[in-house]
T-cell receptor, first 115, second 114 residues
Framework: NAGVTQTPKFRVLKTGQSMTLLCAQD?????MYWYRQDPGMGLRLIHY???????AKGEVPDGYNVSRLKKQNFLLGLESAAPSQTSVYFC??????????????FGEGSRLTVL | SQKIEQNSEALNIQEGKTATLTCNYT??????LQWYRQDPGRGPVFLLL?????KEKRKERLKVTFDTTLKQSLFHITASQPADSATYLC?????????????FGSGTQLTVLP
């Protein structure tokens, strides 16, 4: 099993460009998440999904959009990238039936730099 | 929403000693708390979960305590080894109504010196 796979791993954008980060999981998890990690700030939840076709906002959703058209995929989009979106992005997934305390399985991260 | 503070950004200890990491939270008491390990350039990996009605949880050389009165969790690594060097993150639900949305502390970087 590959677990959670993120593509691309690295990307450099210019301000105003758009891009999409792809997350794929092969564990049949219902829940999927996008986090960003910045130095000294920990992981912050951007958006999440509790199932195919559903998405919801997390702590820092502004400037991002997401889609969950297939259960195994969760896409994170930046329509007009800004330097403040320079960060490492992590996708995670979890089971839906773990006593409501599901541990998260993370991907390896996607490092995005916006110039 | 919940706020998490983890003790000092970096902790250095000698091999064989016990490392103790602290996670303090504000606001409401969560139903559970999780600890993760993160190596440089990698995603976090789940280690342990402790529920609000559990005082202590153990897994091999790891021990976690949860004190809802102090709003604190302690994470212990006994007989530490250089391979334990990593950043350790605590995580708990963002709010009382969001049990499956986790917020994370900024982590404590542990270095075990041989």
């Amino acid at each position: 099993n590959a677990g959670v796979t993120q593509t691309p791993k690295f990307r450099v954008l210019k301000t105003g460009q758009s891009m999409t980060l792809l997350c794929a999981q092969d564990m049949n998890h219902e829940y999927m998440y996008w986090y960003r990690q910045d130095p000294g700030m920990g992981l912050r939840l951007i958006h999440y999904s509790v199932g195919e076709g559903t998405t919801a906002k997390g702590e820092v959703p502004d400037g991002y959009n997401v889609s969950r058209l297939k259960k195994q995929n969760f896409l994170l989009g930046l329509e007009s990238a800004a330097p403040s979106q320079t960060s490492v992005y992590f996708c995670a997934s979890s089971y839906s039936t773990s006593g409501n305390t599901g541990e998260l399985f993370f991907g390896e991260g996607s490092r995005l730099t916006v110039l | 929403s919940q706020k998490i503070e983890q003790n000092s950004e970096a902790l250095n200890i000698q091999e064989g000693k016990t490392a103790t990491l602290t996670c303090n939270y504000t606001n409401y008491s969560p139903a559970y708390l999780q600890w993760y390990r993160q190596d440089p350039g990698r995603g976090p990996v789940f280690l342990l979960l402790i529920r609000e009605n559990e005082k202590e949880k153990r897994k091999e050389r790891l021990k976690v305590t949860f004190d809802t009165t102090l709003k604190q969790s302690l994470f212990h690594i006994t007989a530490s080894q250089p391979a334990d060097s990593a950043t350790y993150l605590c995580a708990l639900p963002i709010s009382s109504g969001s049990a499956r949305q986790l917020t994370f502390g900024s982590g404590t970087q542990l270095t075990v010196l041989p």
